[in-house]
């Protein structure tokens, strides 16, 4: 079964290009990105690691780890990573996981549906993860999942867009509106009234009796 919003993640170990890595000591008190591709050496995971390592001070401003998985081995990992480089002009300076026997992709359900089908006539393609995203938080938990299909790129900067949405709302009564990057107005959850509301977040902007608007309190 997949993996739903608020689903612990699924630990694991396994060998990384940073070394054997036991997923959840690793994530420690921090935020995740943990993203699958299909092959080292393939086009379209190139320009998607190259936009990866271009937002790595991007990353830790928001004190987030990012981790790679594919079915390919650390060696590989390691001669793919002077691509990455050459074509991102930055380095790949996060772990890659070693995921040879599949047991990440099955515990995060990232192979398709093609893969469950008879052996028979089956090709490589067909045991190639698919382009999975998932936003984990420091407790462990699933904040978000986004799922391509192997032909189309991910757009990392909706990626981090994301994720600065899920740490906006964390714990917090509060929503962002569709399109909604830093800065802009957040939405105010209906558990607070009107006064609780403006008490807490400062003059409401009410387009509706239910869509109550208050300045970004993180850009405010």
């Keep these: 079964m997949s993996l739903r919003i608020n689903d612990i993640a699924p630990d694991f170990t396994a060998n990384s290009t940073e070394g054997r890595i036991s997923f959840h000591d690793w994530l420690g ?9 299909p092959r080292d050496f393939t086009p379209v995971c190139t320009t998607e690691f190259g936009a990866v390592a271009q937002l790595a001070a ?8 990012v981790i790679g998985v594919s079915v390919d081995s650390v060696e590989d990992h390691g001669k793919w990573k002077a691509d990455i480089e050459k074509f991102g002009g930055a380095p790949a300076n996060f772990p890659m996981i070693d995921d040879t026997d599949l047991t990440v992709a099955k515990a995060y359900d990232m192979l398709p549906a093609d893969y469950y089908l008879p052996t028979e006539g089956r090709t490589p393609a067909h045991s190639a993860t698919v382009r999975t995203v998932f936003i984990i938080g420091p407790d462990k938990k699933v904040r978000l999942t986004m799922t391509y299909p192997m032909s189309v790129g991910r757009n990392f900067a909706e ?17 962002t509106p569709a399109n909604w990057v830093p800065g802009q ?3 105010v959850a209906l558990a607070l ?6 008490a807490k977040y400062g003059p409401l902007d009410k387009k509706l009796p239910y869509l109550r608007f208050a300045k970004d309190p993180k850009h405010s």
């Design 29 to 37: 008190g921090s935020y995740a990105i943990l993203f699958s591709h």
């Design 58 to 65: 991007e990353f830790d401003k928001r004190n987030t780890k």
């Design 159 to 175: 990626i981090l867009r994301a994720l600065d949405a899920v740490q906006e709302t964390d714990g917090v009564p509060l929503a």
């Design 185 to 187: 107005d957040v939405i």
């Design 193 to 198: 009234d009107d006064a609780a509301a403006e």
